[in-house]
T-cell receptor, first 109, second 112 residues
Framework: GIQVEQSPPDLILQEGANSTLRCNFSDSVNNLQWFHQNPWGQLINLFYIPSGTKQNGRLSATTVATERYSLLYISSSQTTDSGVYFCAVCQGGSEKLVFGKGTKLTVNP | ETGVTQTPRHLVMGMTNKKSLKCEQHLGHNAMYWYKQSAKKPLELMFVYNFKEQTENNSVPSRFSPECPNSSHLFLHLHTLQPEDSALYLC???????????FGPGTRLLVL
């Protein structure tokens, strides 16, 4: 099956810093989603981005489907950004969203 | 996103018990999903329902039994579970298959 690798596995930032999270996948996909899981376990969908670039406030994401990677940018990080960020992909003809292991982000005040 | 609710939020059960997890979505979606999240493992898809029909069973043991009576409700019936089944069980929904998924808060299950 398709493999999803996220890097870095852990990231510690000071409040106000910027960061880039990466998601590599091993085969072509027609669905890519980024999620944030807060410390209480709630998963929030950030972006549905099988290709191209999207922005939502301090967050933006870019997926280069032909090169099989996606990037999530967090600018001016806040303590509430802490948690685990997951990338998930789905291949054409499949109903199964495959998740990476996530990047654990800690933003210190 | 508060459109997907799950009950109970926490559950402790013995290996001989029978319990059920409930998920309800208020978003008018047609697809619903059960996921399992164990410590230090990626989220694993368990079941997919599309228009109340099960379309995916990701090799889940028969001690987990899903039920989807309508497009808004999804249950996971549990019986004779093992301690390794302890995990966070997450429900999600989407308008259609392969569209944006919205998750509930999860049920933290501990099997003793």
């Amino acid at each position: 099956g398709i493999q999803v690798e996220q890097s870095p596995p852990d990231l510690i930032l000071q409040e106000g810093a910027n960061s880039t999270l990466r998601c590599n996948f091993s085969d072509s996909v027609n669905n890519l989603q980024w999620f944030h899981q807060n410390p209480w376990g709630q998963l929030i969908n950030l972006f549905y981005i099988p290709s191209g670039t999207k922005q939502n406030g301090r967050l933006s994401a870019t997926t280069v489907a032909t090169e099989r990677y996606s990037l999530l940018y967090i600018s001016s990080s806040q303590t509430t950004d802490s948690g685990v960020y997951f990338c998930a992909v789905c291949q054409g003809g499949s109903e199964k969203l495959v998740f990476g292991k996530g990047t654990k982000l800690t933003v210190n005040p | 996103e508060t459109g997907v609710t799950q009950t109970p939020r926490h559950l402790v059960m013995g290996m001989t018990n029978k319990k059920s997890l409930k998920c309800e979505q208020h978003l008018g979606h047609n697809a619903m999903y059960w996921y399992k999240q164990s410590a230090k493992k990626p989220l694993e898809l368990m079941f997919v329902y599309n228009f109340k029909e099960q379309t995916e069973n990701n090799s889940v043991p028969s001690r987990f039994s899903p039920e989807c009576p309508n497009s808004s409700h999804l249950f996971l019936h549990l019986h004779t579970l093992q301690p390794e089944d302890s995990a966070l069980y997450l429900c999600a929904s989407s308008q259609g298959i392969q569209e944006t998924q919205y998750f509930g808060p999860g049920t933290r299950l501990l099997v003793l």
